[in-house]
């Protein structure tokens, strides 16, 4: 078998292996919309192989995380079916060929991203395939931080992966080759801040329905004063702030900061710096509901400096939905 990632790594854990085409069609039907897969195999021999790299252990979907699968097929397959309604999938032909169609549209490109509901039907020829897959609630999530608010619409990729996005392939490569090397589970802080990286880079390169919202976010002008501002408050956000020190840091009258922060974010400082400290608080909580972390919604609260806990738990449910202890317990 060829596995390039996998081969040796002391954290990929098999999801299934073999010869048995049956077992691999049942794998398949627990990771997309189980009454919509079929797999066809014109010359059913061969060998098979799928290995986890990175994420939550779990069958299926985790709906506010990322994991990456390595697919290593010794046989010509075609597989149909259509992605859950929970997830995004990015698939990335490393060798042998393919043929994808997408929503019954033939689509000329080795790699793909499909989205909730998209219906796809695949030839595959021996293939090496990277697949990357993505919550659907982690996309939500990210995209209501990026633009201050929640999305008024499911966010759709283009199916055909951009010329341009060379960068980023390389990126998820790397990402799948250091997940294999175990480094990630020794520095869990190390992982998410790649895991962000490789899903910032996707939603700002990859064209989808929602590029124009982001577009509007990144090219908004800051002065310089909002930016030395923010950068404070990524740099100091587990320790007690003040609007004085915020002020000194952007060299300019406490007055002068909240009106360049309401007329340039629609936001006061502090609720800036409470935002900064919402997401890393939601990244904590992911941390241990997924075993990368241990601690409990009080103890990550006070680390991020909330000291009133009911009114974190506002602030936290208004953010993302749902209260710190529904992320902190999400097991499947």
């Known amino acids: 078998m060829r596995k390039r990632f996998s081969e040796g790594s002391p954290i990929a854990s098999t999801v299934v292996t073999g010869d048995d085409f049956d077992e ?26 799928i290995s986890q790299l990175s994420g939550l252990r779990v069958t299926g979907i985790d709906p506010n995380g990322l994991s990456v699968y390595e697919l290593t097929l010794d046989s010509d397959v075609v597989l149909q079916g259509e992605e859950t309604e929970d997830a995004y999938t990015v698939v990335v032909t490393l060798n042998g060929q393919s043929q994808v169609k997408i929503d019954g549209e033939i689509v000329p490109a080795r790699h793909v991203v499909t989205g909730p509901g998209t219906r796809f039907q695949t030839r595959y020829d021996h293939p090496d395939i990277l697949l990357l897959r993505l919550g659907r609630q982690l996309v939500t999530d990210t995209m209501h931080e990026r633009l201050g608010e929640a999305p008024t619409s499911t966010l759709r990729f283009d199916p055909v992966i951009a010329p341009d996005m060379d960068q980023w392939l390389t990126l998820l490569h790397t990402f799948s080759e250091t997940a294999a090397s175990g480094m990630f589970d020794r520095s869990p802080l190390a992982a998410a801040h790649f895991e962000k990286l490789l899903l910032h880079g996707l939603l700002d390169s990859q064209p989808h329905s929602l590029s124009g919202d982001l577009a509007a976010e990144r090219h908004r002008p800051k002065s310089t004063a909002v930016r030395r501002a923010m950068t404070y408050c990524e740099e100091h956000a587990a320790e007690p702030v003040s609007i004085g020190e915020l002020a000194m840091a952007a060299r300019v009258s406490v007055r002068a900061l909240q009106q360049a922060f309401r007329t340039e974010l629609g936001l006061t400082p502090m609720e800036y710096l409470r935002r900064v400290r919402l997401d890393h608080v939601h990244q904590d909580l992911l941390a241990i509901a997924q075993g990368r972390a241990e601690g409990t919604v009080t103890d990550v609260a006070l680390r991020w400096g909330f000291t009133h806990l009911g009114r974190f738990s506002g602030f936290y449910r208004d953010t993302y939905g749902k209260l710190p202890s529904e992320t902190a317990r999400f097991t499947a």
Do not use: I, M, N, R
Request: net charge negative; glycine share 4%.
């Open 24 to 49: 691999l069609e049942h794998t398949f039907q627990a990771f997309l919309a189980p009454d919509t897969v079929k797999l066809h195999t014109p010359a059913p021999t061969g060998f098979f192989d």
